[in-house]
């Protein structure tokens, strides 16, 4: 009878898998990641323009805390029409609720009025905080444009899992 138990526990002590075998807790970075694509609507200020600025964005993992993350900005200017494209990295360091990221990218920012119009390339810089990754994210971004349309601007929005 004892023997039996014996083999019994050891049999079950070996069935259980080892720490090292465990698979390890996914980190906020990594969750943000396998979620996919999200996309949503931003409305800000842009500081130097002294306007409102209405825009939407996406976020396309490529890696557990990198995200391609490319925006449109309109901004709200009257006399002539200014909008931005962005075209942005976004990283997501390992932190304790994984909120918040750091970016950078390209800038194409096109000016027109009375049939005239120019355009700038420039280099963003952004960090942000948003929401873990549910089906809405709320979030709040700063921006810095640099280049010859520099420009600091503060937004904020949600975005939706696609």
């Not at 409305?43 to 993350?69: H, K, M, R, W």
């Amino acid at each position: 009878m004892l023997r039996g138990v014996a083999v019994t526990a050891v049999l079950v002590i070996a069935a259980l898998p080892l720490a090292a075998q465990r698979r390890p807790a996914s980190r906020p970075a990594a969750r943000a990641a396998t979620a996919g694509p999200r996309i949503g609507p931003h409305i800000g200020y842009n500081f130097d323009v002294e306007e409102g600025v209405l825009g939407a964005q996406a976020a396309f993992p490529v890696a557990p805390a990198f995200d391609l993350y490319p925006s449109f900005d309109f901004y709200l200017v009257s006399g002539f029409t200014l909008w931005a494209l962005n075209f942005d990295v976004r990283y997501r360091p390992p932190t304790r609720f994984g909120l918040l990221y750091f970016g950078g990218g390209l800038n194409y920012l096109r000016f027109s009025a009375d049939g005239f119009g120019s355009s700038d390339t420039n280099l963003n810089l952004l960090v942000g905080v948003e929401s873990r990754p549910r089906r809405a994210a709320p979030y709040a971004e700063f921006r810095i444009t640099v280049g010859d349309g520099s420009s600091i601007q503060l937004v904020g929005g949600v975005s939706w899992r696609t």
